[in-house]
């Protein structure tokens, strides 16, 4: 497939390390995914925009949902008469994964590739410092690097008193606190996507996301809530959407999340005053309950810590342990579907090492 050059992929955030990565295979040429509805895929490629779907030895191929391609990824693509295909998806750097909800608990990738996470969440009615601290952890374990963006700070009295909080449950975590209606805040968010790098913006439904991304486009294009016609609890954006803006930064719109279950998360970071405490503890296995010389519960008597942000912290804990377990059986599952079960394949390993020995 030969290709003239219209787009330089280099300015969409392509590396070297991936374009060497695609060269590698002999299919197609490298492409972004910018939007993904119901298997069906908007691609960049540096001739243009395509729309594919997943070749059948890639859906051969893959066994779980995180294995396709997801907004943000990186693929190898070949085109006939207009329609494409897609071959592989190249390596990702980086990745937000959230645990779907329904009846298949499965790993879900909300966007790949990403240089940061904004967290959305509004100053008004749908404020909440447990969830934020949620989507945290699960942010920092993206790879990317979290920030958090209070929105229509036009509806809110004490904006300084909620940045503070969120700041206190947010160690290290810049947080910007702005208004579409006002324009307060804009100009510094704009600033901040710098020019090849790839934000994501997650959050609730109806905190402002895509009136956010509108606003940094100069668009109209997505559709916003309306608040006359829609009834409450309605998601609005109802797939992802990769977009270059004018100062060469890109965005990614997501539908807002009623939940966000938790596949994988980094407390080393996102619960960092928790964690630098737990060291301070007298015993390596202190249970932080009865044990004399507990630097936790010094820190819970005395206010320090906050009781309602441990709690948060030993659940999120429980549910990271419960997805890592999670894993492990889908491991074991391969390993049935591929040898017949583990004792079968000790029997199998057992029985080449005997026959090496003679
Ligand atoms: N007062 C005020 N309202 C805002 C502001 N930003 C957004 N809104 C309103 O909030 C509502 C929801 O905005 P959306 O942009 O659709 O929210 P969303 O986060 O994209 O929602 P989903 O697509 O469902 O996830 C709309 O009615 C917006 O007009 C703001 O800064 N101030
Ligand atoms: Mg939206
Ligand atoms: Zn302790």
Redesign the pocket.
């Known amino acids: 497939m030969t290709q003239d050059r219209l787009y330089d992929l280099g300015g969409w955030g392509l590396s070297e390390e991936t374009r060497e990565e695609a060269s590698r295979y002999r299919e197609g040429v490298v492409a972004r995914v910018m939007e993904e509805q119901r298997g069906l895929y908007r691609l960049l490629t540096e001739a243009g925009g395509l729309s594919a779907r997943i070749s059948g030895k890639f859906r051969f191929q893959s066994r779980r949902p995180s294995d396709y391609p997801a907004v943000g990824d990186w693929v190898v693509v070949s085109e006939a008469s207009g329609v494409g295909v897609i071959h592989h998806r190249l390596e990702r750097t980086s990745s937000f994964v959230r645990r779907a909800p329904g009846r298949r608990e499965e790993a879900q990738v909300v966007a790949a590739n990403i240089d940061g996470v904004y967290i959305?969440m509004?100053m008004?009615e749908d404020f909440n410092l447990r969830r934020l601290e949620r989507y945290l952890a699960v942010a920092w374990d993206s790879g990317a690097v979290p920030a958090v963006i209070l929105?229509?700070?036009?509806?809110c009295d004490n904006p300084e008193e909620m940045t503070r909080r969120v700041e206190q449950v947010a160690p290290g975590v810049e947080v910007t606190a702005?208004?579409?209606?006002?324009e307060e805040g804009l100009e510094a968010l704009e600033a901040a996507i710098e020019p090849g790098r790839t934000i994501a913006?997650i959050?609730?439904?109806?905190?402002?996301?895509?009136?956010?991304?509108?606003r940094l486009r100069g668009s109209n294009e997505?559709?916003?809530?309306?608040?006359r016609k829609i009834g409450k609890g309605?998601?609005?954006?109802?797939h992802r959407q990769l977009f270059r803006l004018e100062g060469g930064g890109m965005v990614i719109?997501?539908?807002?999340?009623r939940e966000l279950g938790v596949e994988g998360a980094d407390f080393d970071h996102s619960f960092r005053d928790i964690e630098a405490l737990k060291d301070k503890c007298r015993f390596a296995d202190c249970s932080h309950t009865t044990e004399a010389g507990c630097a936790i519960r010094e820190a819970l008597d005395s206010g320090d810590l906050d009781w309602e942000r441990f709690e948060n912290y030993l659940k999120l804990q429980r549910e990271a342990d419960y997805a890592r377990m999670n894993s492990r059986e889908i491991e074991e599952e391969k390993i049935k579907r591929m040898f017949g079960g583990k004792e079968a394949m000790k029997q199998r390993q057992k029985a080449i090492r005997d026959k090496n020995r003679r």
């Open positions: 959305c509004a008004s929105t229509k700070k036009d509806l702005l208004s579409v209606m006002t913006f959050g609730s439904s109806g905190v402002g996301k895509s009136t956010l991304i509108n997505l559709r916003t809530r309306d608040l309605k998601h609005t954006t109802t719109d997501t539908p807002g999340m």
